[in-house]
């Protein structure tokens, strides 16, 4: 993160409008998400991260993580249960447009990684990117971070994920 971008804070529900908007912009990146499952997510996360624009305080990037154990719906996330005992699965991560290559979303990531480290929890962070449909931009920029591919799933008829896993902290992956 450079000195100039935006300090990485908690995402709260006062920002339900915004992430919304910035998250639904973003299909089909990520999945579609209402306000309903945002309150649910924010309820039982373990991580809500964001970066908002110090001056107007709009919102430019967040994500949401989950620990194991969680309450959470998702083949993307049972995938992970079913393969890790400990991880954090980042389950959405979303960069507003005109804010996108500029290190926001490299930055939630340092900052998700230093909580993890600082918390004890693990030493796995999960995420999956699509490939079908494909997305490389997020498939260059989650292996320059140092994600490894782990396995592929098909979440749902159409849609092919990859399934990645980067270690962080001093502590071997299973």
Not at 35 to 43: A, I, P, S, V
């Amino acid at each position: 993160m450079t000195n100039s971008s935006p300090p990485v804070s908690l995402l709260t529900i006062r920002q339900l409008d915004q992430v919304l908007a910035l998250n639904n912009a973003n299909i089909p990146a990520v999945s579609e998400l209402t306000e309903e499952e945002f309150r649910f997510d924010l309820k039982h996360c373990l991580y809500p991260l964001m970066i908002t624009d110090v001056g107007s305080n709009e919102l430019l990037a967040f994500c949401v993580t989950f620990g194991p154990g969680a309450p959470y719906q998702s083949s993307n996330y049972e995938w992970f249960s079913d393969r890790y005992e400990n991880f954090v699965y980042l389950d959405r991560i979303a960069v507003a447009s005109d804010h996108q290559n500029k290190g926001l979303g490299a930055a939630l990531y340092e900052a998700l990684e230093k909580k993890m480290i600082a918390d004890q929890l693990t030493t796995a962070l999960a995420c999956e990117v699509n490939l079908q449909p494909a997305n490389p931009g997020s498939l260059r920029f989650h292996h320059r971070l140092g994600f490894e591919e782990v396995g592929q799933h098909e979440p749902k008829p159409g849609f092919i994920v990859s399934m990645l896993v980067k270690k962080v902290g001093e502590i071997p992956l299973p």
